[in-house]
């Protein structure tokens, strides 16, 4: 009856995964991973050609599946369905690890009940690493706990364990917190372990490090042929570490005081672990400490000098808190088994009592689940309305200023994502904000940003203008916002006319070379001569440098993006209240035209 039950929750659990991969709201990590997906599909290689600061496994492995999806806008629903076998396999790890610390009983319903754990389960319906370097460190878990500690064993353990580096850098935590783990068992029964003799340690580090060496040389192999080696070490290495990220956040100053004042609990608690007379003959004593040891440093470490925390980041450590939750919660409702029995370990005490315990916290975590976020709640519409703008507005393989990769299937003409740390490098000059120089390098004609440094804000404000489509209102065409969307174009006002000719001329200046339509602030085109000649319809293209506009009427005109013109794309300048928002903006040069600084200036 326990399989059976396990077996239908675990189904619903995939079930109600997919659900949720086609509604829960989106994270602005995950068009960030999709994005460096998308540019293994291109055949661009990674931090050589297009920048990120994550390790490589979890995007490469996720590349062929992109290459088959395509270019559509509904992808980030579809690749989050690729995170359900991954999420299996966390869930297979911990089951292994409770079958056999403890009995196949808890480690069934620890996979259960871990599985519908709210935050896990949030975080594990996500497109990101994070779940796939859970699995990884679980299995690492499972393999170096379940024997005795050989030179075989730690070897598959060491390829394990380097698949989780491969997977997140964070792993450098996971590392640190086994090796005071592993110390604090040592120094706490120290007359059970004696010191090994150096043979020992030297066999047993040889075989972690060759496992190790065997997966990272690989990649690093890789990556060093083809030339990228610098960019490597940077990307992963020398762009996250940052001194003083979190310095001046308030109480979070203090963070680093956690471990020591933590260190001594956990040491007490291993010597509680080991040497209570009940324990001693327990031949799993050491394992269990281990890993009770090590899920509860692993929090520690990670909120005492983690820079940068986010809810990912604690995933490594909830799957193993369930587990001993069950542990030590389902004790009293059954009879204990030899947890190195392969099956069930005999029948429960009351099998109905258990089943309907776990069946009802899987309900109240259900319900946890459906009150933050119901599954008849579609939060993932704005994403593929986006997507399906960026398709519309423009073609494979123009360059588009976004964040940090949330248009996807477009490359964006500054080399870093504008990540938590990298605007801080940008505000400390560490990295140079040549976004500008960029935009004009590359004629990028779309920005979807908004967390622009200063000076490419000022840029991208003074020669872009806010973008909607046309809808219909009533027995008119009105445009209608396109979230963050900017294109090229700029406001000119109106000017005085000059006494020595019928027609005003307006001057402006442009940064960015492309084809341009003039309009009028009712959205339509305007009439008279650009440059001295008529502009036409489709537009003109006016290279960097000053031009001017005469016409006969007055008010201000706008110089707009060609392109997004004819796909019916129009700035939402053409309502007074909208105007307004953008009078914030530097006036141009009215009536004269004015000075051309010249390519070295711009």
């Not at 319906?125 to 679980?138: G, I, K, M, N």
């Not at 730690?154 to 005071?180: D, N, R, V």
């Not at 031949?283 to 281990?290: K, L, Y």
């Not at 300048?573 to 711009?602: I, Y």
């Amino acid at each position: 009856m326990e399989i059976a039950s396990a077996l239908l929750l675990l189904s619903a659990l995939a079930v109600l995964h997919a659900i949720y991969a086609f509604v829960f709201r989106l994270d602005s990590d995950e068009p960030q991973h999709l994005h460096v997906v998308w540019g293994w599909t291109q055949g661009a290689l990674l931090y050589r050609d297009f920048f990120d600061n994550h390790s490589p496994l979890f995007s490469g492995l996720c590349a062929p599946l992109l290459a088959v999806l395509g270019e559509r806008a509904d992808i980030v629903p579809w690749m989050r369905l690729a995170m359900i076998p991954v999420g299996a396999l966390c869930l297979c790890g911990l089951y292994w690890l409770g079958r056999r610390l403890f009995d196949s009983r808890t480690g069934l319903w620890a996979a259960v009940i871990a599985g519908y754990w709210p935050t896990f389960f949030y975080t594990s319906v996500e497109f990101r690493p994070d779940t796939l370097w859970t699995a990884f460190w679980l299995l690492s878990l499972a393999v170096l706990l379940t024997g005795p500690p050989t030179s075989r064993r730690l070897f598959f353990f060491g390829i394990i364990f380097g698949l989780a580096f491969a997977t997140s850098m964070k792993t450098i935590l996971l590392a640190g917190t086994l090796a005071l783990t592993v110390g604090l068992v040592i120094v706490a029964d120290w007359r059970q372990f004696g010191v090994p003799p150096p043979p020992w340690w030297l066999a047993r580090g040889t075989a972690i490090l060759f496992g190790l060496t065997l997966v990272l040389g690989s990649f690093v192999a890789l990556f060093v042929v083809q030339g990228a080696w610098k960019p490597l070490c940077y990307c992963l290495v020398s762009h996250n570490i940052l001194p003083g990220l979190v310095q001046d956040q308030g109480w979070l100053r203090w963070r680093p005081l956690l471990f020591p004042l933590c260190l001594p609990g956990l040491f007490v608690a291993a010597r509680a672990l080991l040497l209570r007379p009940r324990r001693l003959a327990d031949p799993w004593r050491v394992q269990r400490t281990v890993f009770v040891l090590t899920t509860c440093a692993y929090p520690v470490l990670l909120v005492s000098f983690w820079p940068l925390l986010t809810m990912q980041d604690y995933l490594p450590a909830i799957p193993p808190l369930v587990l001993l939750i069950v542990a030590a919660g389902f004790a009293p409702l059954r009879r204990r088994g030899n947890p190195q029995e392969k099956g069930l370990p005999g029948p429960a005490a009351d099998p109905w009592l258990e089943t309907m315990l776990v069946a009802t916290l899987v309900a109240s975590e259900i319900t946890a689940i459906f009150c933050v976020h119901g599954p008849w709640q579609n939060h993932t519409g704005r994403q593929r309305e986006m997507l399906s703008t960026i398709k519309r507005l423009t073609a494979p393989g123009d360059p588009v200023m976004d964040d940090k990769g949330e248009t996807i299937f477009r490359q964006r003409p500054f080399y870093f994502a504008l990540e938590g740390i990298t605007l801080e490098r940008l505000r400390r000059g560490l990295i140079a904000d040549d976004i500008a120089a960029r935009l004009i390098a590359t004629q990028t004609a779309v920005v979807h940003a908004r967390h622009l440094p200063p000076q490419a804000h000022a840029f991208v404000g003074a020669n872009y203008l806010p973008i909607g489509r046309l809808a219909v209102s009533g027995n008119a065409l009105e445009p209608v916002e396109l979230g963050r969307f900017s294109v090229l174009g700029k406001v000119v006002p109106p000017v005085a006319q000059d006494p020595s000719s019928a027609s005003r001329q307006s001057y402006f200046q442009i940064e960015v070379p492309a084809h341009y339509v003039v309009l009028d602030m009712m959205g339509e085109l305007a009439f008279g001569q650009l440059d001295g000649q008529p502009p036409g319809d489709e537009g003109r293209w006016l290279s960097a440098g000053v031009h001017g506009f005469a016409a006969r009427a007055g008010g201000p005109l706008v110089v707009f993006w060609a392109d997004a013109w004819k796909k019916g794309f129009r700035p939402l300048l053409v309502s007074d209240s909208l105007a307004a928002v953008h009078g914030q903006f530097t006036p141009l040069h009215q009536g004269r035209p004015p000075v051309d600084p010249g390519p070295a200036s711009r």
